[in-house]
C-alpha cells in the first residue's frame, strides 16, 4: 500500500501562491486516487480536491475551483497542489491521502466526482497553510 507526505505549507498573504507536495512511497504509484483535504479548528475535515488512479480525472471543492489545480508527476511519485489567489478562509492544516488497495470501489474512487475522507485511509501527518497580511 501507498505513504504519503505532505510538504509546501506555510505563510503566505492573501492573493499569494503555495505548492503543496504529496509524495509516495510504495507501489505502483500510478493505479491510486490521491485526495487532498483542509482542516481548521473546530470545523471538520472537509474535501478540497482529488485525482483519480489511472487515467487522472480531477476534482475541487466548490470554494476553490478556478484557483486550486491537483496534478501528478509519475517520475517524481508526487501529486501537487497548486493554489493561487489565496485567501484568509484557505488557511488550515492539509492533509493528503490515499486509499487502501483491497478498499471496495478502489478504482472508481475519484472518477466521477470529489471524494469525501470516508475512501482514504493512508494520511500524511499534514502541513500547515496560513494566510495572513
Known amino acids: 500500500q501507498l505513504q504519503v507526505a505532505e510538504s509546501g505549507g506555510g505563510l503566505v498573504q492573501p492573493g499569494g501562491s503555495l505548492r503543496l507536495s504529496c509524495t509516495a512511497s510504495?507501489?505502483?504509484?500510478?493505479?491510486?486516487?490521491i485526495g487532498w483535504f483542509r482542516q481548521v479548528p473546530g470545523k471538520e475535515r472537509e474535501a478540497i480536491s482529488c485525482i483519480s488512479g489511472s487515467d487522472d480525472h480531477t476534482h475541487y471543492a466548490e470554494s476553490v475551483k478556478d484557483r486550486f489545480r491537483i496534478s501528478r508527476d509519475r517520475g517524481e511519485k508526487t501529486v501537487y497542489l497548486f493554489m493561487d489567489n489565496l485567501t484568509p478562509e484557505d488557511a488550515g492544516v492539509y492533509y493528503c491521502?490515499?486509499?487502501?488497495?483491497?478498499?471496495?470501489?478502489?478504482?472508481?474512487?475519484?472518477?466521477?466526482?470529489?471524494?469525501?475522507?470516508?475512501?482514504?485511509?493512508?494520511w500524511g501527518p499534514g502541513t500547515q497553510v496560513t494566510v495572513d497580511s
Open positions: 510504495g507501489s505502483p504509484f500510478d493505479i491510486y486516487a
Open positions: 491521502a490515499a486509499p487502501q488497495p483491497l478498499r471496495g470501489g478502489f478504482f472508481r474512487i475519484c472518477a466521477t466526482r470529489l471524494t469525501s475522507e470516508r475512501d482514504f485511509d493512508n
